[in-house]
């Protein structure tokens, strides 16, 4: 069965550096997300894209964070100077407009920690 | 605006006894509904979802979920719990119709003892 995939599983980073997630999202979906779990909160909505470009995207996505798909296969989240509140888990997803686009499918997460 | 509650942020069951996990939800649309699991150190698995069609909707590994408006309720059961539904779980609402956000609910603890 298809699924998202996401690199790298885990990042230690030092505050101030920039950071890069990379999804691989399923092959014939074409909206994708990116959330964020920080430890004991809410899971909580950072951005869409669609049609290389962002759909929308939330309060917490500020000049700091991007989006890219690169290629026909990944897309990223570059985070350019990380603070410590960006420590959290960062969850990809994407889904099938054939289908409705209603049901995302998320990857297993990045966990990054900003020291 | 959408919002998720989730009445239990934790749960406690014998297995092989029932499971209800507790779910409100606040929507000025007409929304969709998920539920989610999470288990310990893995990604977001979609357990089952509702988008207007019936509203008793059936999902993976036993699990089911009625839609009642009236009540603006999506509740979560399962007839018997088995050791490997001890979890997180997410209820989660969106606006129905393509490629909409997701509101989490803060997620419920299930735990199943022997």
């Known amino acids: 069965e298809p699924e998202v995939t996401q690199t790298p599983s885990h990042q230690v980073t030092q505050m101030g550096q920039e950071v890069i997630l990379r999804c691989v999202p399923i092959?014939?979906?074409?909206?994708f997300y990116w959330y964020r779990q920080i430890l004991g909160q809410k899971v909580e909505f950072l951005v869409s894209?669609?049609?290389?470009?962002?759909?929308?995207k939330s309060e917490i996505f500020d000049d700091q964070f991007s989006v890219e798909r690169p290629d026909g296969s990944n897309f990223t989240l570059k985070i350019r100077s990380t603070k410590l509140e960006d420590s959290a888990m960062y969850f990809c997803?994407?889904?099938?407009?054939?289908?409705?686009?209603?049901?995302?499918?998320f990857g297993p997460g990045t966990r990054l920690l900003v020291l | 605006a959408q919002s998720v509650t989730q009445l239990d942020s934790h749960v406690s069951v014998s297995e092989g006894t029932p499971v209800l996990l507790r779910c409100n939800y606040s929507s000025s649309y007409s929304p969709s509904l998920f539920w989610y699991v999470q288990h310990p150190n893995k990604g977001l698995q979609l357990l089952l979802k509702?988008?207007?069609?019936?509203?008793l909707v059936k999902g993976i590994n036993g699990f089911e979920a009625e839609f009642k408006k009236s009540e603006t309720s999506f509740h979560l059961t399962k007839p018997s719990a088995h050791m490997s539904d001890a979890a997180e779980y997410f209820c989660?609402?969106?606006?129905?119709?393509?490629?909409?956000?997701?509101?989490f609910g803060a997620g419920t603890r299930l735990a199943v003892h022997p």
């Open positions: 997803a994407s889904s099938d407009p054939t289908l409705g686009g209603e049901t995302q499918y």
């Open positions: 509702y988008t207007s069609a019936a509203t």
């Open positions: 092959s014939n979906h074409l909206y």
């Open positions: 894209f669609y049609n290389n470009e962002i759909s929308e």
């Open positions: 989660v609402v969106s606006e129905t119709g393509g490629y909409n956000k997701l509101i």
